[in-house]
């Protein structure tokens, strides 16, 4: 089992509907949770990251944790095709600091 | 106003030859990551410094890679003896917190995309 977990899409959403991403974790140590955006070959930018439970929003970006359920999740409305990437959901350990990433969930937004 | 900068940015090397890759951090930063990244992957931790301190490396594949920070800036990441399995996009991050840093934000510079023929 890998450490974070996402699938892999493409999601393909309308231009205007929400697109939701999920993914989940094993370490229940983990504190942090990050969301990154990264188009084709570019570098990974990032969008918001959340360590308490419950929502977060930041614009058209909400991130939910639940850590009972080790799950963490973005939801992006009114979705535009300029939001067509991947995006990277990672993880932030106690110690360290290093991040710890899923594979990467694809996402298509069509006009 | 510079971000991460990272050279080269493409780096063609033939099997069994040995590389360079750079990493300008944001100036400043304390922190520095190196991550590779495979086609279709999310990234993969290599190795992190803290000023010149290399940290954590628990992520260096084999004793072919080899990291530096001398002076707590720029960073170099070595690999010798390439192989095809190196292939990657290497990636390098700061961050202006030192370890521990729970929210602490890392930002990432273009990568170095090294093909071993």
């Known amino acids: 089992q890998k450490e974070v977990e996402q699938n892999s899409g493409p999601l393909s959403v309308p231009e205007g509907a929400i697109a939701s991403l999920n993914c989940t974790y094993s370490?229940?140590?983990?504190?942090?949770f990050f969301w990154y955006r990264q188009y084709s070959g570019k570098s990974p930018e990032l969008i918001m990251f959340i360590y308490s439970n419950g929502d977060k929003e930041d614009g058209r970006f909400t991130a939910q944790l639940n850590k009972a359920s080790q799950y963490v999740s973005l939801l992006i409305r009114d979705s535009q095709p300029s939001d067509s990437a991947t995006y990277l959901c990672?993880?932030?350990?106690?110690?360290?600091?290093?991040?710890?990433f899923g594979g990467g969930t694809r996402v298509l937004v069509k006009p | 106003g510079a971000g991460v900068s990272q050279s080269p940015r493409y780096k063609v090397a033939k099997r069994g030859q040995d590389v360079a890759l750079r990493c300008d951090p944001i100036?400043?930063?304390?922190?520095l990551f190196w991550y590779q990244q495979a086609l279709g992957q999310g990234p993969e931790f290599l190795t992190y410094?803290?000023?010149?301190?290399?940290?954590?490396k628990s992520g260096l594949p084999s004793d072919r890679f080899f990291a530096e920070r001398p002076e707590g800036s720029v960073s170099t990441l070595k690999i010798q003896r390439t192989q095809q399995e190196d292939s990657a996009v290497y990636l390098c991050?700061?961050?202006?917190?030192?370890?521990?840093?729970?929210?602490?934000?890392?930002?990432f510079g273009p990568g170095t995309r090294l093909t071993v023929l």
């Open positions: 370490d229940r140590g983990s504190q942090s």
């Open positions: 991050a700061s961050s202006s917190e030192p370890s521990g840093g729970a929210t602490d934000t890392q930002y």
């Open positions: 410094f803290q000023n010149e301190a290399q940290l954590d």
């Open positions: 990672a993880v932030n350990k106690a110690a360290g600091n290093k991040l710890t």
């Open positions: 100036s400043g930063h304390v922190s």
